[in-house]
């Protein structure tokens, strides 16, 4: 089984930053060992991804299993392998890495409920994230959304491939608003995703 990345030349060894930036798959599969059998799955608990929320609907909050054999876990490093999210859980987690902190969206709040606590990521980690997720739009595969109105943007690109189909996601943050991009079939984040959230971001800034 190959595992390759979807530019075709030899980066070599680069920075953790600029691998985000140009969504290096292999520089992701070097880091997978290093988190062990339950490493994945205690990071995506951590964003909420499979948590038991109560948004006020029923709303799948992901899957992230532990275990499995060194080529699972591999892919799983790039959002592959055995992974399942949704669009709410993937906006979800992105506005956990903007915060600093994981708080469980509500769409219906009960005005007498004392409101959840929310709960501090690793501040250090999650800086280093926030770092390259903004430098995906600044030299990076979502280069498009660096000049769009309303405040800077960061967020990453993705390609998820599900049976003969490859969806596109982007996930990110611009101010106090998270979001995430889903494109039933788009084929790369980049080219299908970054263009929707392009035109999501003009039309909230024009109101």
């Known amino acids: 089984f190959t595992i390759g990345n979807s530019f075709p ?56 299993p532990s275990g499995g054999s060194e080529l699972d876990r591999a892919q799983m490093s790039y959002g592959q392998g055995e992974t399942q999210v949704s669009p ?58 660096a000049d769009v109105p309303g405040g800077e943007v960061s967020g990453k690109t993705g390609s998820a491939e599900a049976g003969d189909l490859t969806h596109a996601w982007f996930v990110g943050w611009q101010g106090d ?5 889903f494109v039933h079939d788009g084929d790369s984040g980049s080219g299908a995703a970054v263009p929707v959230a392009e035109e999501f971001l003009r039309a909230l800034s024009r109101g």
């Not at 608003?177 to 991009?181: N, Q, R, T």
Request: with cysteine.
């Open 9 to 64: 030349d030899d980066r070599g060894e680069i920075p953790f930053q600029e691998a985000v930036a140009i969504s290096c798959n292999t520089a992701f599969v070097t880091l997978a060992p290093r988190l062990g059998a339950d490493g994945f799955t205690a990071a995506g608990a951590a964003l909420g991804l499979g948590g038991d929320w109560e948004l006020g609907t029923e709303a799948f909050t992901g899957s992230v």
């Open 88 to 145: 709410v859980a993937m906006a979800a987690a992105t506005a956990a890495i903007a915060r600093g902190a994981w708080l469980p969206p509500r769409l219906v709040v009960d005005p007498e409920a004392a409101p959840p606590e929310p709960v501090p990521l690793d501040e250090s980690a999650a800086a280093d994230v926030r770092t390259a997720l903004r430098s995906v739009v600044t030299g990076g595969t979502a280069s498009a959304l």
């Open 177 to 181: 608003l998270a979001f995430a991009i």
